[in-house]
């Protein structure tokens, strides 16, 4: 009779994987991958950097920028700049476009705190910014770190001006005040997600009083339009036409004794928007399918507003790209597959009740591939079919990509989405596959350089694909 252990090896579903899959050369490999990583994290701590870098990175690889009607061909790279904020990458590849294309999405948006449209004031002796949240933040951990301002204002008279203040050593950084605990007892009390609330998070920007003749009413927050005005040439009103967010003035650093983490702000979903950059960018020969990768904006809104993956910048793309073929772009979205390149929530063993254990994701498990995400029965879920998610790990499995499945927690604990039912709306077969996090969300977010690694493994893989899925 059989025994149990090899019954086990042979029918049961084999968990212990990941890291200890890599050997000591792919270790390597994976740290290694992890500097570039940290140097783009450090470069691009909004959306707009994100995309400026991101183009930037593509320029040296020879992409060029998309022309709507020209009749690109295979192994021709170009890129389409959506306003500063999105970004398509694309590389031509050897199949017709009838035969669909490989996209992945990630999104460059994090949550932060966005000034608000007339944020400056001075009150009890102290200038401060007020700000409007953006995205799903825990408020309470945004008190007491230092904060940098990053963005673009668009003066009166038209001209734009491009702000990073906080990022260098030199640089002053800002500040949101907390409570001393000897007089927080009353705050104490409160639940936490109303601990700091939405009116009190505003940011210290000075403290000094103007020495001339406006000494007295508002003359801290005169001295600081004064400094704005010699510096940038900006006045008051100028605020009204800016996007100014607030953002951790951090870098990436290197946590654990073992360096096998990376703690920085805005891995969700920076982490994936590098990695499906890097597998475009890397790509040695041509691809089987044409490669569409997308850095898109307002993912941590609801992807609403022209920037945001609801807007139809990727099917006019698509029609540009098709139509000197001859070929209708919807013809092409119908035979496309897509990975919705995003995050997925590692298990926490400190906070162990919101996940289920066997189905969380895990810290060095891997790529993680999310079927669904979705709350309260996986409503604004994709929920990819079983044929696509047949079709995703046997491509993984053949190269060797070590990968994982994950689920956003316990089922009710709470839930959340990703742009994957926006591109599967398209009629694109679609799965949510990206890197574990933990402490999503928070001003500084973990992950482990291992599943960076074998995320990029994954997209690298899906871009070069060579079999078609065949969807009956
Ligand atoms: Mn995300
Ligand atoms: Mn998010």
């Known amino acids: 009779m059989e025994e149990l252990k090899d019954l086990k090896a042979r029918l049961a579903m084999n968990r212990d994987g990941g890291a200890v899959k890599l050997n000591a050369e792919q270790k390597k490999e994976a740290f290694a991958f992890a500097e570039g990583y940290k140097k783009f ?129 030199e640089d002053p950084v800002f500040y949101v005040t907390d409570l001393l605990p000897h007089l927080g007892a009353e705050q104490s009390k409160r639940s936490l997600a109303d601990g700091i609330r939405g009116e009190e998070l505003n940011v210290v920007v000075g403290s000094l009083p103007y020495e001339g003749d406006l000494t007295g009413a508002d003359s801290i927050k005169m001295n600081i339009l004064k400094l704005l005005n010699e510096q940038y040439g900006l006045v008051e009103s100028d605020f009204l036409s800016a996007e100014l967010e607030v953002v951790p003035a951090d870098k990436a650093r290197d946590v654990g004794f073992d360096r096998s983490l990376i703690a920085a702000h805005g891995q969700d979903d920076r982490v994936c928007g590098y990695t499906a950059m890097m597998a475009t960018l890397d790509m040695e020969e041509i691809p089987t399918k044409t490669c569409v ?123 959340g989405g990703t742009v994957a039912c926006y591109i599967a709306n398209m009629d694109v077969d679609t799965v949510d596959l990206g890197v574990p996090v933990l402490t999503m969300h928070a001003p500084l977010e973990l992950t482990s350089k291992i599943d960076v690694f074998c995320t990029y493994k994954a997209f690298y893989t899906f871009a070069m694909r060579k079999a078609d899925f065949n969807k009956l």
Not at 114 to 136: Q, S, V
Not at 308 to 337: C, H, M, N, T, W
Not at 390 to 398: P, T, V
């Open 293 to 415: 990768t997308i850095l898109c904006d307002k993912e941590e809104i609801g992807s609403e507003g022209n920037t945001g993956f609801q807007s139809s910048y990727l099917p006019y793309f698509i029609d540009d790209l098709a139509e000197p073929y001859g070929i209708k772009g919807r013809k092409v979205l119908s035979a496309s597959q897509c990975l919705s390149a995003d995050v997925g929530a590692a298990f926490d063993p400190t906070f162990a009740s919101v996940y289920d254990p066997k189905n969380s994701c895990y810290i060095n498990g891997g790529v993680c591939i999310v079927k669904y995400t979705g709350a309260r029965g996986k409503s604004g879920s994709n929920d990819a079919s079983a044929e696509y998610m047949g079709y995703i790990r046997r491509m993984l499995d053949e190269n060797e990509v070590v990968w994982q499945f994950g689920e956003l927690g316990a089922v009710d604990a709470g839930g």
């Open 41 to 169: 994290l450090d470069a691009a701590k909004t959306e707009r950097e994100a995309v400026s870098t991101a183009i930037e990175m593509a320029k040296e690889r020879g992409f060029v920028e998309f022309i709507p009607g020209n009749k690109y061909v295979p192994g021709d790279k170009v890129y389409y700049n959506n306003r500063g904020k999105a970004l398509i990458l694309c590389v031509m590849g050897n199949d017709p476009l009838t035969k669909g294309v490989s996209i992945m999405a990630a999104h460059v948006d994090s949550p932060r705190l966005d000034l608000k449209p007339n944020p400056l004031y001075e009150d009890g002796k102290i200038a401060l910014f007020k700000t409007h949240y953006y995205g799903g933040i825990r408020k309470y951990q945004w008190p007491s770190i230092p904060l940098a301002l990053h963005g673009v204002i668009v003066r009166a008279d038209g001209s734009k001006l491009t702000i990073s203040i906080g990022e260098n050593p």
